[in-house]
């Protein structure tokens, strides 16, 4: 082998060798400045995984916003808690409005999309009122009655449409590098399911 050749091998090879360290560089370069998701995105995150549980109607997340005592309550009346929550979610939505960031601490506006309680129970006292000045319901047994209002009950959930509730503010401090929610999303959730 003459020496051209070995020379021109071990340039080859000096060539290869510095563009795979400039594409290490360069991939290491940026990852430290910032190839992951933003701040903004972060907070989007953080404010919305727990809302997209609900949208997905996640068993887990769902049997979560029922108390015991209303589980219990729910079931009295003959009506299954998960088939009584999901009917109560659907049409569930949510949207995020504008960030404000300053330094470790954010907000940003959340508006929730849901049915209430209010319009719900109004319609179930309408619907018991009509039953009873109509003597429907005057001849059924405490088992049919219970039958019944468990079927009106579901009826009239489904039926509800949902409600725009206005904007809340939900507030976030930064750890590292990630954004934690501090406002009670489960509490707001909670006072528009309730009207």
Same mark, same amino acid.
Request: hydrophobic share 40%; charged share 20%.
């Given at each position: 082998?003459?020496?051209?050749?070995?020379?021109?091998?071990?340039?080859?090879?000096? +060539? +290869?060798?510095?563009?795979?360290?400039?594409?290490?560089?360069?991939?290491?370069?940026?990852?430290?400045?910032?190839?992951?998701?933003?701040?903004?995105?972060?907070?989007?995150?953080?404010?919305?995984?727990?809302?997209?549980?609900?949208?997905?109607?996640?068993?887990?997340?769902?049997?979560?916003?029922?108390?015991?005592?209303?589980?219990?309550?729910?079931?009295?009346?003959?009506?299954?808690?998960?088939?009584?929550?999901?009917?109560?979610?659907?049409?569930?939505?949510? +949207?995020?409005?504008?960030?404000?960031?300053?330094?470790?601490?954010?907000?940003?506006?959340?508006?929730?999309?849901?049915?209430?309680?209010?319009?719900?129970?109004?319609?179930?006292?309408?619907?018991?009122?009509?039953?009873?000045?109509?003597?429907?319901?005057?001849?059924?047994?405490?088992?049919?009655?219970?039958?019944?209002?468990?079927?009106?009950?579901?009826?009239?959930?489904?039926?509800?449409?949902?409600?725009?509730?206005?904007?809340?503010? +939900?507030?976030?401090?930064?750890?590292?590098?990630?954004?934690?929610?501090?406002?009670?999303?489960?509490?707001?959730?909670?006072?528009?399911?309730?009207?």
């Amino acid at each position: 082998m003459n020496s051209e050749a070995l020379d021109f091998k071990s340039i080859s090879i000096r +060539v +290869v060798c510095i563009i795979a360290i400039a594409i290490a560089t360069g991939c290491l370069l940026l990852a430290l400045t910032g190839c992951g998701p933003s701040n903004e995105e972060r907070i989007e995150q953080a404010v919305s995984q727990p809302l997209e549980s609900i949208k997905a109607k996640d068993e887990a997340t769902l049997t979560s916003l029922l108390s015991d005592d209303a589980k219990q309550q729910i079931s009295d009346i003959g009506i299954d808690p998960m088939s009584y929550i999901s009917a109560y979610l659907d049409g569930f939505d949510y +949207v995020l409005g504008p960030i404000d960031i300053n330094k470790d601490t954010a907000t940003i506006d959340l508006t929730i999309t849901c049915k209430t309680t209010d319009s719900i129970f109004a319609a179930l006292e309408q619907k018991a009122t009509e039953d009873f000045e109509s003597g429907a319901s005057s001849n059924n047994t405490e088992e049919q009655t219970k039958s019944e209002v468990a079927e009106n009950t579901l009826d009239l959930i489904n039926a509800a449409a949902p409600v725009q509730h206005d904007p809340i503010t +939900v507030t976030l401090h930064k750890v590292d590098t990630s954004w934690i929610v501090d406002s009670d999303i489960n509490g707001a959730l909670l006072k528009a399911l309730q009207g």
